[in-house]
C-alpha cells in the first residue's frame, strides 16, 4: 500500500499501485482548480479494503499524478 505524501500514513489515498494500472477505463472529467488550471479527473468504480465506491486520480497539464484518491460509496 502506498503511503499519504503528506502524512506517510496509508489511508483512502494509499490505495495498491496496482490500481493505477486500470485508470485508463475510468471516466474522465476535465475540471479547472481554484489556480485556473485545467487538469484530468479520471474516475473508477471498484472496491478498496471490502468498501464500495471509486477510485480517482487528478492529472495535471504535464501528465503527472498529483492525486490519487479512493471515495467510499456514501
Do not use: C
Not at 476535465?30 to 479494503?49: F, M, P, V, W
Amino acid at each position: 500500500m502506498k503511503p499519504n505524501l503528506k502524512t506517510g500514513y496509508t489511508d483512502f489515498h494509499g490505495f495498491l499501485e496496482i490500481v493505477d494500472n486500470y485508470a485508463g477505463l475510468g471516466s474522465r472529467q476535465y475540471i479547472t482548480g481554484r489556480d485556473n488550471i485545467e487538469r484530468i479527473k479520471i474516475s473508477l468504480d471498484g472496491a478498496y479494503r471490502g468498501i464500495e465506491g471509486n477510485f480517482e486520480w487528478l492529472i495535471e497539464p504535464d501528465m503527472s499524478i498529483n492525486h490519487r484518491l479512493f471515495v467510499p460509496n456514501p
